[in-house]
């Protein structure tokens, strides 16, 4: 089983789609990893995760730790920026703290996931 950055890969998928299961990288960053590790021909081959040898494994955890912030750090980086934007009260913040949708949807209609399931108002007259 292949192990990088604390997340267990999928062992019969291809290389390239395996690393997406890391958070914080998806296929564009895959293919650039995998180009960087010089393991091209993985990708011409179709190996998948389990069919890599030990110095290809080791080719790939030293291009992640090296080059990216991926998994915990990339999330507490993530996790900090909104409470900094909440802090200084900016209308991204503000829209994070009640929970409406932050990139200028709107809100009238198709806001389900942010605002929750509808609830229905007791008394209304027709």
Do not use: W
Request: hydrophobic letters at 35%.
């Amino acid at each position: 089983m292949v192990r990088f950055v604390g997340v267990d890969l999928p062992r019969n998928k291809k290389v390239k789609y395996a690393l997406t299961a890391i958070y914080g990288i998806g296929l564009s960053r895959a293919e650039y990893i995998l180009k960087k590790a010089g393991l091209i021909n993985v990708e011409e081959k179709g190996l998948r995760t389990e069919d890599l040898s030990d110095q290809e494994i080791s080719s790939l955890r030293k291009v992640l730790e090296s080059e990216f912030q991926l998994e915990g750090d990339l999330r507490r980086l993530t996790n900090l920026n909104i409470k900094r934007l909440m802090e200084i009260s900016s209308i991204r913040g503000r829209r994070h703290r009640v929970g409406l949708p932050v990139r200028g949807q709107r809100t009238r209609t198709n806001a389900r996931t942010r605002r929750g399931s509808k609830k229905t108002v007791a008394g209304k007259k027709k």
